[in-house]
């Protein structure tokens, strides 16, 4: 169903029929189906949804969207709506939404989960206690199989949640339960008897990031939280943890490109943010390329006197830019996903200098072999150009390999130390290096 | 425990102490810590591992220990691995492994399991059939709830393939049952009165990075599989999904930095492939480059008459450079996760002029009034970088934004047009834009 079907049938009234596909489709699809609509067909279609999707769907939905429904909804059906939503769901949406509109939401939740909300709400942006869920099934280490199983029978929320059980004696977690252990194991025997003891917990102030490789590196499904008294508050579901995967990707990918990172998709930044998220790293750059200009200016008795040098600029900060950004790029990602760790920094700078050897050495040779050709067999030119792409590449490529780690060593970003940055040190070394080879070489 | 614990009670014969303790940790951290042992030590630790483990153990660990552990292991011990392993492990295994050892493999194999492995490998590379899991629960319309609950503690085999079960009835898939929803349906409902029937699936040939973007985007713990036919043939597990998304974007970080990518870890790949993997972009942009060098050749005139013109090559290099990048990467990234569709482009290149629109005014401005200031009042020099760094932006940001749509549009792989091959285009048109205004304002 596209979003024109639902606008000629909301036309011609066929509120069945809509009602009737709707149900058929997964929440998903039809959240994006919503957001596709006009506000008016939008808020109506919404009404259209069977009471046990709405929330799932308004939960997919983008914040703008829900604040438009939120506005529109009334009390009972907002009510309606806040009651089937996950607590962590109901939190993200309040950190979108306007004061007024978070009064309203606010006003529709009973006490207790007002408190719940207050507590999510506490804590840091990017923490783990900001992307838990509180949901989840407690089991007493004394129940039998059978009463847990119909423990999760009534309380059992989402598949997420029930497939891993918590065995918690005031507020400590003692162990974890599968919903397969429940159901391969005699209904008569304890839950301590079956439960798995040493368990992989994580702390409501940890980095999400940490909550999404552990959940990854351990295949979990849900991963324990666990407060600063290691009192179980709650669980980081595996789907939640792929979203801050894909999340802490884009951002890392944006600074390598030297542009702020922001929430929001592409299409709902607006055009000032976009300009705002990239102007200051061009500014920093522009200027410090500058420096490079001015080393230029110190040799302009060389080039005055062979105007040639000039051509090759270019070709030598590129490559050794490029040469840069490689090992830099593997580096800040092999960091990211724990292949390469601080105390391996040597092995790592080891590693380039080799590599550096053969690259530097194979763009020499091509490199003085094609100018030795198309310039008159001017040797010395096929030289000069020859040494200074094994110097600057070298120096590229540990430069590259360096930053990154020493950026991480002093708490920063790594993928702060990607292309744009490198490629400025990069240029003004690339610079002097040619320059001073020349100036001994062609001595002017 | 570490590895210099492992050894020492190695020595000293504890081989009691070694095994406790090996039972209490997780498998995913046991192959680690086995990995970091040498040889000799690795292989007797290995065999103190329990039963139950090993297989988990040693399906984590890496290719290279996995071959040294298939070649000293016994027959009996080989076997009583394999028959633990899943058949995808066991075929990712195979593919690492040289002629030889398959052949031991296999050997220890039964007939049944060799044809399933066979099916498996025929899979393309990147395929949704060389990632999925063949173990899953199959229920029949017909049967109980109770039946299928008992069915279950049978065969159940691990976490991720029970807890959704699939209705096949002549190899057709036709609705899938949560674990969740056997548990809380009455037992003598049947499993066709509670099976949802509108699923997702995913065909063995399509690529692995769509079925991992399907388990992210429903949130999903196991995507069914179908073959041409539409028979259900395995499932792709969520663990699995999150392993493909992390390989792809390592992959996208490599292409956009102009590296082959590699499918090993930074260490497990030799410095020449290293090397192998760096020096083809490097050369196809290093030539290119000198593109760049003969454009200025052009202009020689212009700076041997006004030599201080060479000064801000660099900065005008760089800085479209990183403009250019700065929107390539937003744009691949954008497209990688499906927040960027081909039919957005025009929408992407119009929000691309405003936001360049913005950006370049602010450097024009920024470094016009620098230059005024730093060049006793050269107004006409603050002009001409003013009017380059306009035009040269705003052009950066089109080429950065449109190539990577480009490529997509022709099936190549985004990430390829990325900072690299984007700086080179831009360079060559901003050496010429930069030469041809400064010729027409200084008329040399």
């Known amino acids: 169903m596209t979003e024109r079907d639902v606008c000629e049938l909301l036309e011609t009234k066929q509120y069945k029929r809509i009602k009737e596909s709707f149900a058929e489709m997964n929440q998903v699809d039809l959240a994006e189906l919503l957001e596709e609509l006009p506000e008016r067909q939008m808020i109506m279609a919404f009404r259209l949804i069977g009471k046990e999707e709405a ?5 997919c939905m983008e914040s703008r969207e829900q604040q438009i429904l939120v506005e529109a909804l009334t009390e009972r059906e907002l009510r309606a709506v806040l009651d089937d939503m996950f607590l962590d769901d109901t939190a993200d949406l309040l950190e979108e939404m306007p004061a007024n509109v978070v009064e309203r939401i606010l006003a529709n939740t009973d006490l207790e989960t007002r408190r719940q909300l207050n507590q999510l709400l506490s804590y840091p942006e990017d923490s783990v206690g900001s992307i838990m869920t509180v949901e989840y099934v407690d089991l007493k280490p004394h129940m039998t199989v059978k009463a847990s199983l119909e423990k999760i029978r009534r309380v059992g929320i989402d598949s997420e ?3 891993t059980c918590y065995v918690i004696q005031n507020k400590k977690l003692l162990g974890i339960v599968t919903a397969k252990a429940l159901l391969i194991s005699d209904e008569r025997k304890s839950v301590q008897e079956i ?14 990031e940490t909550a999404a490789k552990l959940v990854r590196k351990y295949g979990l499904i849900a991963l324990p939280v666990v407060d600063r008294e290691g ?4 669980i980081v579901t595996v789907d939640d943890a792929m979203e801050v995967m894909q999340d802490e990707v884009t951002e890392d990918i944006a600074l390598m490109a030297a542009v702020a990172p922001s929430e929001d998709s592409y299409f709902s930044t607006s055009v000032f943010r976009h300009a705002g998220n990239r102007i200051p790293w061009l500014l920093i750059l ?10 230029i200016t110190k040799y302009e008795m060389a080039f005055e006197a062979i105007p040639v040098l000039v051509s090759f600029i270019p070709m030598l900060m590129d490559t050794s830019g490029n040469c840069g950004s490689q090992s830099s790029a593997l580096i800040i990602r092999g960091m990211a996903i724990d292949d390469i760790r601080l105390k391996d920094a040597l092995r790592v700078i080891w590693k380039e200098i080799r590599v550096a050897a053969l690259v530097s050495s194979t763009l020499a040779v091509v490199n003085g072999v094609r100018i030795y050709i198309m310039y008159q067999q001017n040797l010395k030119l096929a030289a000069l150009i020859g040494m200074t792409l094994i110097c600057t590449v070298t120096l590229a490529e540990l430069i590259g390999c360096s930053l990154p780690m020493l950026a991480k060593r002093c708490k920063l970003d790594p993928a702060l ?9 990069v240029d003004a070394a690339a610079i002097t290096i040619y320059f001073s080879i020349a100036t001994a070489l062609f001595n002017v």
Request: proline share 2%; net charge negative.
């Open 55 to 59: 929330a799932e769907t308004f939960s």
């Open 161 to 163: 949640t029930i497939y």
């Open 231 to 234: 009192c179980m508050v709650g």
């Open 286 to 295: 522009m200027l410090s390329a500058t420096l490079t200009g001015m080393i």
């Open 417 to 425: 130390m990607a292309a744009p940055l490198i490629t400025t040190f």
């Open 195 to 208: 439960m798995e003891s040493n368990i992989i917990t994580i702390n409501t102030h940890d980095d999400q």
